[in-house]
């Protein structure tokens, strides 16, 4: 890939995870900018990264081909229309990872023919494990898809969906996702506390259990369902527990969570488009 200069603006959680993946995979930290209204956060980035800050979000538009906005969507109307006329001027590539900020949002705010790709990541690309879907509108040329979906190649995975739509499912699913298996991790060390094991010994089971879970997932050809069959002996533990987590009814409540999240990030494309 050709060596291209890349802009943050907002350098808070995700927009980090995505830096430090970036350097991980091999980009040079002087080629990476990062604009914030937080002087430390900036100060401590510098001083991790070795990256260039700054606390004027033009000056990344300026600097770089592609600029990505990691801001909060409540932050995001305000900054988009703070930095619409550098944007054109340099005709960059703008990609959001803002949850529910539709495209269409975007665009009333950078610029009608404005080159944008909205994506939804996840955090777990600090680790080069991320996730991420992307969709493009029609000003994006072939040359920006590739930049767009290499950037986040970079740190994981990534994949196209043909509807934008479609995101509002994804940030549900993966874009929220790693907190679900977070929780599920919180609770299963607390429980595993109550039945009497050590906190450190208890993180350290939960924590690797869940790993050789997900790597297993990912290389067998089975399915989830039977991979679980295979842990459950009849008559034995875990046989037990899958009981008790059906009867709790926990399969209709992961999808009730999941449809509540898909439904909010609906509600704040609505919400923005109204404001
Ligand atoms: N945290 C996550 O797991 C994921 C977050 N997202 C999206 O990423 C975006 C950023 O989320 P986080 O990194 O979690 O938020 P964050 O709150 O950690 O970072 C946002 C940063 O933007 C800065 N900021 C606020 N106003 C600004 C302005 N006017 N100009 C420049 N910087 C400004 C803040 O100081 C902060 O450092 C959100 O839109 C969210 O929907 C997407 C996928 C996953
Ligand atoms: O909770 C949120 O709104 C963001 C989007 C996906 C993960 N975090």
């Not at 700054?54 to 988009?80: C, F, I, M, R, W």
């Not at 054109?88 to 269409?104: D, N, P, W, Y």
């Not at 991420?132 to 970079?154: C, F, G, I, P």
Request: glycine letters at 8%; aromatic letters at 4%.
């Amino acid at each position: 890939m050709k060596t291209h200069k890349i802009g943050f603006i907002g350098g808070g959680n995700m927009a980090s995870s995505l830096v430090s993946g970036l350097i991980a995979s091999g980009h040079a930290a002087t080629d990476i900018w990062v604009s914030d209204v937080n002087e430390a956060a900036l100060a401590t980035l510098a001083a991790n990264l070795g990256i260039n800050t700054t606390s004027h979000n033009a000056d990344v538009v300026a600097a770089t081909d592609v600029v990505v906005l990691a801001v909060k969507p409540q932050a995001l109307k305000e900054v988009a229309c703070g930095i619409a006329e550098v944007v054109r001027q340099q005709q960059v590539l703008v990609v959001s990872i803002a949850a529910g900020i539709s495209q269409h949002g975007l665009a009333a705010w950078l610029g009608a023919k404005v080159p944008i790709v909205r994506c939804m990541p996840n955090t777990p690309a600090l680790v080069l494990t991320g996730a991420t879907a992307l969709h493009a509108n029609s000003y994006v040329s072939a040359k920006q898809r590739d930049l767009a979906e290499s950037l986040m190649r970079a740190v994981g995975i990534s994949l196209w969906v043909a509807d934008e739509s479609e995101l509002d499912a994804v940030t549900a699913v993966s874009g929220s996702g790693p907190a679900y298996f977070f929780l599920l991790m919180e609770a299963m060390e607390a429980a595993a506390v109550e039945l009497g094991l050590g906190a450190e010994t208890a993180r350290l089971l939960v924590q690797q259990t869940a790993l050789g879970a997900a790597k297993i997932a990912l290389e067998s050809p089975e399915s989830p369902e039977q991979l679980r069959r295979r842990v459950t002996s009849p008559g034995g533990t875990t046989e037990q527990a899958i009981r008790t987590f059906t009867q709790g009814g926990f399969t209709p409540l992961v999808a009730r969570a999941l449809q509540a999240a898909r439904d909010r990030s609906i509600e704040m494309s609505e919400q923005m488009e109204n404001s």
